[in-house]
């Protein structure tokens, strides 16, 4: 994988994730908040795991030191699009050399890991489609239509505006 491939999927894993952000808060606060039966309960706690998710991995990748990791300062809606923007900003400072750097790095259990950049940048890509996914069917159980989030619609829009 080339940088410019990883900052694609890190691109479009923003846009699909602010889509569903944007459609999320749109519902009423008790569909946002309504227990599903899922592993992260509802629209909100799935949204709540993957912002959690990308934001340990951010502090992974930068040596920051989360002093509580699985707490929100602020709100998902306000929180996760930062996040995002911090690693789309980051990527922009990598290099080809720099996705075969080794990040050394504890899991939330304390364990200790190394694994190449490369493999992160797309575990967190993977991870926020897997829940999004998730969220998305939620959303069909709640009798709402969800965002088109699908990479090929990425595409197709960023084609439309860079052309």
Do not use: C
């Not at 999320?24 to 946002?32: G, I, K, N, Y």
């Not at 809606?77 to 075969?100: G, I, N």
């Not at 699908?150 to 052309?163: C, N, S």
């Amino acid at each position: 994988m080339t940088v410019n491939e990883a900052r694609t999927h890190l691109r479009y894993s923003t846009w699909a994730s602010q889509r569903l952000i944007d459609a999320a808060f749109d519902l009423d606060a008790e569909m946002l908040h309504r227990d599903v039966g899922v592993p992260n309960k509802s629209v909100h706690g799935t949204l709540s795991h993957i912002l959690m998710a990308d934001r340990v991995w951010f502090a992974r990748v930068t040596g920051l030191v989360l002093a509580n990791p699985r707490e929100q300062t602020e709100p998902v809606e306000a929180e996760w699009p930062r996040v995002l923007a911090q690693w789309e900003a980051l990527s922009e400072t990598w290099s080809d050399a720099d996705l075969a750097r080794v990040i050394t790095y504890k899991d939330m259990q304390g364990n200790p890991y190394e694994t190449p950049l490369v493999q992160i940048v797309m575990h967190i890509v993977n991870h926020a489609t897997l829940h999004r996914g998730q969220v998305m069917s939620m959303f069909r159980q709640l009798g709402v239509a969800p965002p088109p989030t699908d990479l090929i619609f990425f595409y197709r829009e960023h084609q439309a505006t860079h052309a």
